[in-house]
């Protein structure tokens, strides 16, 4: 039977495509309804945090085996192993963090005024929006798999940002995890390193690493139609559930006001001096990551 495609001939294969799909949402579910349960037995629900790079994997393993024979063999490796190495290191990141912690104080807030079970408004709040959200975010990775043509530049210079993407994160996170364990700096502001360029350099590392996921999956029909999927996850980062909350939560420590005056919001910039000419104090804490 002829592959079911409304774009050029002999392009995309839309109907193992869509076969997919079903396959994939099921895939979440069933690593969402684990992490449910556990968050439950632990009564933490901020497990979920951890969860949230391995959705991203999962998704792109269901995607990678399923469009074998279909999608271009170099491209479905690419976005596998991308996709592997930044969820696994960003689950393992925010697991050794919270190892043997209490729950987060995000969720603290959000379930101290639920209506009824904190259980079941954890579960329609928190686990089925992330959900969604991961399912639709995904998109690139699960188009490019199964997309046919050969890698060319587009391609490679998404590697190119996801690995300057993944370094930020990487690195950032490395930063911010020595100045917290030393004791000598507490209530200062980290304005070394990376946060010298960038308050939030793990958000802008994120975004930089789907910017370059995009871009593989863009390199080829009809990859570039995904646009909303990195759209949204930037968004995310930089104007909803990341830089925002994370800022909220710093506004009143000694010196951020200062730390904010010179220091680049989002993308790396190099920093300026502040008004009132001052050094920051205080400390830094990176929210949700």
């Known amino acids: 039977m002829p592959e079911l495609s409304v774009f050029p001939a002999g ?9 997919s799909l079903p ?19 632990q009564s933490r629900h901020s497990v979920i945090d951890t969860v949230w790079g391995l959705g991203f994997v999962v998704v792109a393993a269901i995607s990678w085996f399923l469009s074998a024979g279909h999608g271009d063999g170099g491209r479905r490796l690419l976005l596998l192993a991308l996709v592997a190495v930044w969820g696994i290191r960003l689950a393992l990141h925010i697991g050794l ?26 579960l329609r709040k928190v686990y089925l929006p992330q959900g969604v959200i991961l399912f639709f975010v995904s998109l690139t990775v699960q188009v490019g798999m199964f997309s046919t043509g050969s890698l060319g530049w587009l391609a490679w210079l998404g590697v190119l940002s996801w690995a300057v993407g993944f370094v930020f994160e990487t690195v950032g996170d490395w930063q911010l995890a020595q100045f917290k364990d030393d004791p000598s700096r507490r209530g200062t502001v980290l304005n070394t390193g990376l946060w010298r360029y960038t308050r939030h350099p793990n958000y802008f590392g994120d975004a930089a690493v789907w910017t370059g ?73 990176p929210g949700g990551r």
């Open 11 to 19: 392009a995309f294969p839309l109907g193992a495509f869509l076969a």
């Open 23 to 41: 396959w994939v949402a099921v895939g979440l579910a069933v690593l969402l309804a684990v992490t449910f349960a556990v968050a439950v037995r």
């Open 213 to 285: 996921i995009f871009l593989i999956a863009a390199d080829s029909w009809p990859g570039v139609l995904t646009v909303l999927s990195p759209a949204l996850m930037i968004w995310l980062l930089a104007g909803k559930s990341g830089k925002p909350l994370t800022e909220k939560a710093m506004s009143a420590r000694p010196g951020y006001k200062e730390y904010v005056e010179s220091t680049s919001g989002f993308l790396p910039l190099p920093p300026r001096r502040p008004r009132n000419g001052g050094q920051q104090t205080g400390s830094r804490h």
């Open 97 to 122: 963090r919270a190892r043997g912690g209490h729950e987060d104080p995000r969720y603290v807030d959000m379930l101290s005024s639920a209506p009824g079970s904190r259980n079941t408004y954890a």
